[in-house]
């Protein structure tokens, strides 16, 4: 069973350009997280999505980004026309429906550096 | 304002003896408190978790603590071991209506931890 699989795990994208990180979830998981890492810092919060829905973006900066989660296909986050200070972390996390201990299984991560 | 923190940026313990890891909140609404472990170029990894109706919970080597009026949770590892060197975070989740799911977990930024041999 595939854990949850991020890719590129390294992106580099000059500055204006669209980054694009996508996020396989575990098998029969139908939750997805992203989260973003900057340097020294913790993991910050961006966004939950179900299945063609978005149930929770208060941690997602109101322009430039947007993530989706369709029917058929992996969870994109798209970053529009980035900036330095985007250079970070992103990791994607997946839960199924209901989970015991409230643990959630993170992907490796896509490093986007932007120059 | 954090509302997870983890004032220890690192640790440094000695193999077999025990590491013990600190996490204050700062938000009552907090219900359930999660231990995740990441090593340099992966995801984290989760732990070990507690429900704010517990005042501990074991797991093998590991032992959360929570002291709810304190605010306060740590983490024990015992005996610790050089493959448990690796940065330690704490997180928590505070109980919204989403039907069962955990949503957004606050992070803290982390404690180092280094286990000599």
């Known amino acids: 069973n595939a854990g949850v699989m991020q890719n590129p795990r390294h992106l580099v994208r000059r500055r204006g350009q669209e980054a694009r990180l996508r996020c396989s979830p575990m098998?029969?998981?139908?939750?997805v997280y992203w989260y973003r890492q900057l340097p020294e810092e913790g993991l910050k919060f961006m966004v939950y999505?179900?299945?063609?829905?978005?149930?929770?973006e208060s941690g997602m900066p109101k322009e430039r980004f947007s993530a989706e989660f369709p029917k058929e296909g992996p969870s994109i986050l798209r970053i529009q026309q980035v900036v330095r200070g985007d250079s970070a972390a992103y990791f994607c996390a997946s839960s199924p429906r209901w989970s015991e201990n409230y643990g959630y299984t993170f992907g490796s991560g896509t490093r986007l550096t932007v120059v | 304002d954090q509302q997870v923190k983890q004032n220890s940026p690192s640790l440094s313990v000695q193999e077999g003896r025990i590491s013990i890891l600190n996490c204050d909140y700062t938000n009552s609404m907090f219900d359930y408190f999660l231990w995740y472990k990441k090593y340099p170029a992966e995801g984290p990894t989760f732990l070990i978790s507690?429900?704010?109706?517990?005042d501990k919970n074991e797991d093998g080597r590991f032992t959360v603590f929570l002291n709810k009026s304190a605010k306060h949770l740590s983490l024990h590892i015992v005996p610790s071991q050089p493959g448990d060197s690796a940065v330690y975070f704490c997180a928590a989740s505070e109980d919204k209506d989403y039907g069962g799911s955990q949503g957004n977990l606050i992070f803290g930024k982390g404690t180092k931890l280094s286990v000599k041999p």
């Open positions: 999505l179900q299945k063609e829905n978005i149930i929770d």
């Open positions: 507690i429900s704010s109706i517990k």
């Open positions: 098998k029969g998981h139908s939750h």
